[in-house]
């Protein structure tokens, strides 16, 4: 799932002091199950921002929505009818999220209430880490299940790398070796034949390298 | 026992302190408490396993968003205590009123009464 951190309180402070009907709008989806932007966490903000601006003296009229998701049309729909009824918009949703509400309702500003980190894997109570990077072509099949794009540091193909000590990246101490955990990954599947495979190189056009990305599906459309 | 307690605290019974969210500590506040106080069973004693540790955790949150927003982090505090501990449960209250009342009323319910007063 997409993984997104709150955005300090004050940061957030600063972006709306000159708004005076808020709209915070979280999300169902993602930033729901990373605890960042769902129903619970636009409950504490706006009770939050409620409380900030009683305190200065400077009431404001603050609204909560959850939306099930803010990257579909038909979700996002739901806010048009009482949309004037708002002068910005705080969203807590991932930045697809944010840039699809701003794209729809274009008078309206948008502030973003969380910052969107990775793609990632809850790996356990209160921890998030990377585990893809989008790349657009996955290597997953030749690399035993363990991604060398988003897990290396060097998103090497043919590793490790000189920097790979005792398991460990050379970033950090606390950093897997992505090619020490494919290695063991591939002894444990009786596979080390696949790490004497030389990949080939990686066609980046599909990455970020190659501009924004889009899908199309021509069976799907109507 | 018939112990004596501050009267000016109303006491919100919860199935678990694990039941306690931060939005329920950050309302409490907004409608203009003073102060909050979480009272959950001894650390390693809850009969499920982890409640009164979450409880603690969000009293935690409470705190630094309260802090942030110009409240204090100090007016919300976590005890434990067991069930069979009534006069420890007194002195709680009497230590939670009387920080309250060295830290004074909370901005939210002075500045609400402002408002009241201009109207």
Same mark, same amino acid.
């Given at each position: 799932?997409?993984?997104? $951190?709150?955005?300090?309180?004050?940061?957030?402070?600063?972006?709306? &002091?000159?708004?005076?009907?808020?709209?915070?709008?979280?999300?169902?989806?993602?930033?729901?199950?990373?605890?960042?932007?769902?129903?619970?966490?636009? $409950?504490?903000?706006?009770?939050?921002?409620?409380?900030?601006?009683?305190?200065?003296?400077?009431?404001?009229? *603050?609204?909560?929505?959850?939306?099930?998701?803010?990257?579909?049309?038909?979700?996002?729909?739901?806010?048009?009818?009482?949309?004037?009824?708002?002068?910005? *918009?705080?969203?807590?949703?991932?930045?697809?999220?944010?840039?699809?509400?701003?794209?729809?309702?274009?008078?309206?500003?948008?502030?973003?209430?969380?910052?969107?980190?990775?793609?990632?894997?809850?790996?356990?109570?209160?921890?998030?880490?990377?585990?893809?990077?989008?790349?657009?072509?996955?290597?997953?099949?030749?690399?035993?299940?363990?991604?060398?794009?988003?897990?290396?540091?060097?998103?090497?193909?043919?590793?490790?790398?000189?920097?790979?000590?005792?398991?460990?990246?050379?970033?950090? &101490?606390?950093?897997?070796?992505?090619?020490?955990?494919?290695?063991?990954?591939?002894?444990?599947?009786? &596979?080390?034949?696949?790490?004497?495979?030389?990949?080939?190189?990686?066609?980046?056009?599909?990455?970020?390298?190659?501009?924004?990305?889009?899908?199309?599906? $021509?069976?799907?459309?109507? | 026992?018939?112990?004596?307690?501050?009267?000016?605290?109303?006491?919100? %019974?919860?199935?678990?302190?694990?039941?306690?969210?931060?939005?329920?500590?950050?309302?409490?506040?907004?409608?203009?408490?003073?102060?909050?106080?979480?009272?959950?069973? #001894?650390?390693?004693?809850?009969?499920?396993?982890?409640?009164?540790?979450?409880? %603690?955790?969000?009293?935690?949150?409470?705190?630094?968003?309260?802090?942030?927003?110009?409240?204090?982090?100090?007016?919300?505090?976590?005890?434990?205590?067991?069930?069979?501990?009534?006069?420890?449960?007194?002195?709680?209250?009497?230590? #939670?009123?009387? +920080? +309250?009342?060295?830290?004074?009323?909370?901005?939210?319910?002075?500045?609400?009464?402002?408002?009241?007063?201009?109207?």
């Amino acid at each position: 799932m997409i993984i997104a $951190e709150k955005k300090p309180i004050e940061e957030i402070i600063d972006e709306v &002091k000159d708004f005076n009907r808020l709209l915070i709008l979280g999300c169902n989806e993602c930033v729901t199950v990373c605890e960042a932007g769902g129903k619970k966490e636009v $409950e504490i903000l706006a009770s939050a921002l409620r409380m900030y601006f009683i305190n200065k003296g400077d009431e404001k009229v *603050i609204t909560e929505n959850t939306l099930e998701r803010q990257c579909d049309h038909e979700y996002l729909e739901e806010l048009r009818s009482n949309i004037d009824d708002y002068d910005a *918009i705080v969203s807590l949703a991932c930045g697809v999220g944010v840039q699809f509400a701003a794209e729809k309702y274009l008078t309206t500003p948008l502030i973003p209430g969380v910052n969107t980190v990775c793609l990632g894997a809850n790996e356990d109570r209160g921890l998030w880490t990377e585990r893809c990077q989008a790349c657009g072509s996955c290597v997953l099949a030749r690399t035993g299940g363990i991604c060398p794009v988003s897990r290396c540091a060097k998103r090497v193909l043919n590793g490790p790398c000189g920097g790979s000590t005792n398991g460990k990246c050379e970033i950090s &101490k606390d950093v897997d070796c992505a090619w020490q955990l494919i290695l063991d990954r591939l002894k444990a599947l009786d &596979k080390m034949g696949d790490y004497e495979k030389i990949a080939p190189i990686k066609d980046w056009s599909t990455d970020r390298a190659g501009g924004p990305r889009t899908v199309t599906r $021509e069976d799907v459309k109507i | 026992m018939r112990l004596k307690i501050p009267s000016n605290f109303r006491i919100i %019974r919860v199935p678990c302190t694990g039941k306690v969210d931060v939005i329920h500590i950050l309302r409490a506040f907004e409608k203009g408490a003073d102060g909050v106080y979480v009272v959950g069973c #001894m650390e390693g004693d809850c009969h499920f396993n982890e409640g009164n540790f979450r409880a %603690r955790k969000r009293v935690e949150q409470a705190a630094k968003i309260l802090d942030q927003v110009g409240v204090g982090g100090e007016r919300v505090k976590m005890f434990n205590l067991s069930a069979g501990e009534g006069p420890l449960f007194a002195q709680f209250s009497i230590e #939670m009123d009387n +920080i +309250i009342r060295e830290l004074g009323p909370s901005p939210i319910r002075v500045a609400k009464q402002k408002k009241k007063d201009a109207a």
